[in-house]
Structure formats: structure tokens, C-alpha cells
């Protein structure tokens, strides 16, 4: 049987360059603490927890004194800054430049938007952390828009400045757009930045070539991605015979059953070493 690695599966620069920070310093003998998980997969996660990397939420962020602390890929609100200077807490902050270039553009939109009388409207995922550094550049002054089934939230008599999400769908922001336009009175101001980041959007049509191009599809994702929920997703749709895994323990037997091509692929947030070994364990059939 062949086995292939998707070339362009695994995580993104973004990620790649908060994991490389991570290590350096645990390599280096740093007590690290890492804001929230450093990203979405629970073996890279006890991976790093193995070399000492503490992971904290922001109560125990509250509570730190004079620690060194990573700010992962997603980024943070300014309050987090605000405590980790009252603490003493060395921030060692990671976020990725498209997210920092991001909420750069939303605090200034978010002085235009008090001078304008216009709603700052934020296309993403309620809770999420990157959404949460988002929404703190604007003071918390931002609706969030989960889908465009949620319309009814926003105010068509007034102007509106909309961003999104670095990983929202580029055909539901582009819907989004378009059903503002439509609702808005008209002579409003309306403002969309696509700010979709293209190293996520760029895959769902690689993985179609890729899924169809293999008997069998071995996706590797942390259960709590939703990003591999969407990328998984997108393989299923062309090949019925794809299955999620977390790690090589998970796969079966019966699922290479004539099978004479495996694909193995991932999501933003699955490192490249772990579908090398998933690989591997397929080739040697060790399951
Ligand atoms: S998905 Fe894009 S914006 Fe998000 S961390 Fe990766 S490279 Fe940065």
C-alpha cells in the first residue's frame, strides 16, 4: 500500500513560530506558562507539557507574580497586558503577525467608528480567544456575528465596519457581506475587510484534489479543532472512506481493507510530526 503525507497539511506559520518560541525557552530551563493551549491538539499540548510548559487560564494569569508567560498564536485583549504589568509577568507574546496586523486595524477603525456613529461588527466565533484580543481592541464596544442568521443584531440605520475572524469561511464572509449591502439604508458608510487568513481558506480545495486522489483519507486533528472539523468535513465530501484520528491508536484495521492508497492529511493545528508517525504506523500496519 502507498502512504502519503499531504505536503500542505499541518500547522500554519502562525502556530509553527508560537511552538518554536515555546521550546526554545523550556529548552533554554525557562519556568514557562503558556496562556490558554498553545494550540488545538492535546499531543503537541502533553508534548510540551512534557518538556515543562505550564498551561493557565486567566484567573491563574491573575494571580501570577514576577513568571514569564506565552501569549499563543490567537493573541490577547490589551487587559491582558495591563495584568501582566501589574504582576511583574514577563509576556513572551507570539500572536501571529496577520492576527497583530488584524487587531491593529480594528483599534483604528474603532476611533472612526466613535466619530462616525458606526458599528464595528466582528464576523467569528463567540468565546474564541482570538476573537476575544479582537473585540478588546475596541474596547469591547463590538458586535460579534456568528452567521449570517444572526442579521437581526445589527442596526441598518446606522454605518457599519466589518472584519472577520482569521478563520472564517471565505464563501460565509462573502455571504455576510453581501446581506449587509442588501439590509443597509442606503448613502451608509460600509466598510468589509476580508481579513480571512489565506493559509487556512486555501486548503478545503486542496484537500477535494487530495481526498480524491486516495482510496482511503487518514485525518489527523485534536477533537476540540474546529478547523479539522471543517477540513475533515471537506475530505468526507469527496471520499466516504475518510476517518478522523487523533493519534496512530486510533486507526482500524478494517478501514485498509483492499485499500491500495492512504492519504494522510490534518488540520491548522496538527503538527507534522504526528502524520508522519500516523504514517508510519499504517506502512507497519502497527494497529
Ligand atoms: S491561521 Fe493564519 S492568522 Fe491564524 S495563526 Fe495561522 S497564519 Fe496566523
Wanted: charged share 25%; net charge neutral.
Amino acid at each position: 500500500m502507498r502512504v502519503e503525507v499531504d505536503e500542505k497539511s499541518g500547522c500554519c506559520f502562525g502556530v509553527i513560530r508560537a511552538i518554536e518560541k515555546a521550546e526554545q525557552l523550556l529548552d533554554s530551563g525557562v519556568a514557562l506558562y503558556s496562556l490558554g493551549e498553545i494550540v488545538h491538539n492535546s499531543v503537541e499540548v502533553n508534548r510540551l507539557k512534557s518538556k515543562g510548559l505550564k498551561v493557565i487560564n486567566r484567573e491563574q494569569l491573575a494571580q501570577l507574580r514576577k513568571a514569564t508567560v506565552l501569549i499563543r498564536a490567537h493573541g490577547e485583549p490589551p487587559l491582558t497586558y495591563e495584568i501582566a504589568a501589574a504582576n511583574d509577568v514577563t509576556l513572551i507574546d507570539a500572536t501571529c503577525p496577520v492576527v497583530l496586523h488584524l487587531q491593529s486595524n480594528i483599534s483604528k477603525s474603532y476611533k472612526k467608528a466613535k466619530e462616525t456613529g458606526a458599528q464595528l461588527v466582528i464576523f467569528g466565533q463567540r468565546g474564541h480567544a482570538e476573537v476575544n484580543g479582537l473585540v478588546g481592541q475596541a474596547n469591547g464596544d463590538a458586535t460579534v456575528l456568528e452567521s449570517v442568521d444572526e442579521l437581526r443584531l445589527l442596526d441598518f440605520s446606522r454605518p457599519i465596519i466589518l472584519y472577520s475572524q482569521t478563520t472564517k469561511s471565505l464563501e460565509q464572509f462573502a455571504r455576510l457581506r453581501s446581506e449587509v449591502r442588501r439590509h443597509l439604508q442606503p448613502g451608509l458608510l460600509f466598510e468589509a475587510h476580508d481579513t480571512v487568513c489565506r493559509q487556512v481558506s486555501h486548503r478545503k480545495p486542496h484537500l477535494h484534489k487530495f481526498a480524491r486522489e486516495h482510496d482511503v483519507i487518514i485525518f489527523v486533528s485534536g477533537s476540540n479543532s474546529s478547523n479539522g472539523k471543517e477540513l475533515y468535513q471537506a475530505c468526507s465530501e469527496v471520499n466516504e472512506r475518510s476517518y478522523m484520528v487523533q493519534d496512530r491508536e486510533d486507526l482500524r484495521a478494517a478501514w485498509f481493507k483492499s485499500c491500495r492508497s492512504a492519504g494522510v492529511c490534518g488540520a491548522t493545528s496538527t503538527p507534522r510530526w504526528l502524520m508522519d508517525r500516523v504514517a508510519e504506523a499504517i506502512l507497519n500496519f502497527e494497529f
